[in-house]
């Protein structure tokens, strides 16, 4: 689909490597000149880059998912998780120095051709290139091209997003934090190259500049976080003034969502909560939304599960399993989902910036450094718990639900987290609008 206003285009491209990179780039649709490329295997792509992309998405997904085996699991994940390691944010200094990643990096794209066709195919019209991925970024910075933007993705980033000379960079980076930006800065990038914009957000989810629909579902959401409206009631005003109003009923039953990664990794935790729950779904009192994302193996398990325990999510309307075939199709599904979600309870992924939709996180066992500091961004802007055990949610959940605290963090999310991203990305770009 074509970019919808003319002034407006940019080759938008990202990777299929989990959900990531592609939930980053789908808000970006508006602007796509053609279509949103996927780097590693549209169409444009040559055969012998889809080999190599290829292995790196294999890689990734399996010790993903081996993390999970006893002994062993934890052992070559912790190997490769240590390729992706982040060195600590403090003491503060200055360390361009590329590291053995970077350079390996280089020499995929400048000798074995690395995102070359990609290159080749977006050079045919002079427009902005914005990435949700650093390869095509760096590889467009090292075959040069001058207008370049790269999304950052996660609120810490290892120095293999940053070219071998980074004073040097062409590279725009779009970071979602403060915490990334000023990383990047430790990494040696221009200050001038780096701009806070926040997290692409869905436009559906957010209604535009004015975020319409952001603060209509929050004030929906709230009664249900608040049942004995401990938070509420202290800062009804405050409410109002934010959001037009301030709810005593919610539109829809108290809801959690359950997401699986894009690796399918923790998938019996969706289960586990089920069980926990079941009294209390069966009674009305809560829904459970277990999301498979794209991964036919993970719905698979969930219904045969779910058949176990005798719930149908065909016809028990307290249990749905969310599934699509494709990625754009499964991204719609779950955007118009999350309007009527109460509580997000995921690794700490990309997913964690949709706490600025005024979402309380619970946050299940992260994946990977970088996950690791998307955890302490929730918790430092106060919106997201750490899980305790899914076995007893039936308890824990309720006991916070009492004292008002997933409202308090719904309203923390809302304030502290960029919720704009889309739109100052948009302007970073292209100006800002009127």
Same mark, same amino acid.
């Given at each position: 689909m074509p970019a919808k206003d003319q002034n407006k285009r940019a080759w938008v491209v990202s990777v299929d490597m989990g959900y990531g990179h592609q939930r980053a780039a789908y808000p970006l649709n508006e602007i796509a000149n053609e279509r949103i490329i996927t780097a590693n295997n549209d169409q444009i792509i040559s055969e012998r880059e889809r080999g190599i992309w290829q292995w790196s998405r294999i890689g990734y997904?399996?010790?993903?998912?081996?993390?999970?085996?006893p002994g062993i699991g934890k052992f070559i994940f912790g190997a490769y998780d240590s390729l992706q390691a982040i060195a600590p944010f403090y003491p503060f200094k200055v360390n361009a120095r590329p590291n053995l990643t970077v350079l390996r990096v280089k020499g995929l794209i400048k000798r074995w051709g690395l995102c070359s066709s990609l290159i080749d195919y977006i050079k045919k019209e002079k427009l902005p290139l914005v990435t949700t991925h650093f390869i095509p970024a760096l590889a467009a910075d090292y075959l040069g091209l001058d207008d370049v933007y790269?999304?950052?993705?996660? /609120?810490?980033?290892?120095?293999?997003?940053? /070219?071998?000379?980074?004073?040097?960079?062409?590279?725009?980076?779009?970071?979602?934090?403060?915490h990334a930006a000023i990383r990047l800065r430790q990494y040696g990038v221009p200050e001038d190259r780096i701009i806070m914009t926040g997290f692409p957000l869905p436009r559906e989810n957010?209604?535009?500049? &004015?975020?319409?629909?952001?603060?209509?579902?929050?004030?929906?959401?709230?009664?249900?976080?608040?049942?004995?409206?401990? !938070?509420?009631?202290?800062?009804?005003?405050?409410?109002?003034? !934010?959001? %037009?109003?301030?709810?005593?009923?919610?539109?829809?039953?108290?809801?959690?969502?359950?997401?699986?990664?894009?690796?399918?990794?923790?998938?019996?935790?969706?289960?586990?909560?089920?069980?926990?729950?079941?009294?209390?779904?069966?009674?009305?009192k809560i829904r459970v939304n277990l999301v498979a994302g794209t991964r036919l193996d993970v719905a698979s398990y !969930?219904?045969?599960?779910?058949?176990?325990? %005798?719930? &149908?999510?065909? /016809?028990?309307?307290?249990?749905?399993?969310?599934?699509?075939?494709?990625k754009r199709a499964y991204f719609s599904i779950i955007n118009q989902e999350l309007r009527t979600t109460d509580i997000l309870w995921t690794k700490p992924s990309e997913m964690s910036f949709y706490t600025a939709l005024g979402l309380p996180v619970i946050i299940a066992p992260p994946v990977g450094a970088h996950e690791k500091f998307n955890q302490q961004w929730l918790e430092h802007i106060g919106s997201g718990f750490v899980q305790e055990d899914p076995r007893y949610v039936d308890q824990w959940l309720y006991y916070v639900l009492e004292s008002g605290k997933y409202a308090e963090a719904a309203w923390h999310g809302f304030m502290n987290a960029p919720s704009r991203g889309t739109y100052n990305i948009e302007d970073a770009m292209f100006g800002k609008a009127e």
């Open positions: 997904e399996t010790v993903s998912r081996l993390k999970a085996i790269c999304i950052v993705t996660d /609120t810490d980033i290892n120095r293999v997003w940053v /070219t071998d000379k980074p004073a040097q960079t062409r590279i725009k980076y779009l970071t979602p934090s403060r957010t209604g535009g500049r &004015d975020q319409k629909v952001l603060k209509k579902d929050l004030a929906e959401r709230l009664p249900n976080l608040d049942p004995h409206k401990k !938070f509420i009631n202290v800062y009804d005003e405050t409410l109002k003034k !934010f959001l %037009g109003e301030s709810r005593t009923k919610s539109n829809h039953p108290l809801t959690l969502c359950y997401l699986v990664g894009g690796a399918g990794a923790q998938t019996e935790i969706g289960i586990t909560i089920v069980k926990a729950l079941q009294k209390k779904i069966c009674a009305g !969930f219904n045969q599960e779910l058949k176990k325990l %005798g719930i &149908d999510p065909q /016809t028990n309307s307290g249990v749905k399993v969310i599934y699509a075939l494709d």
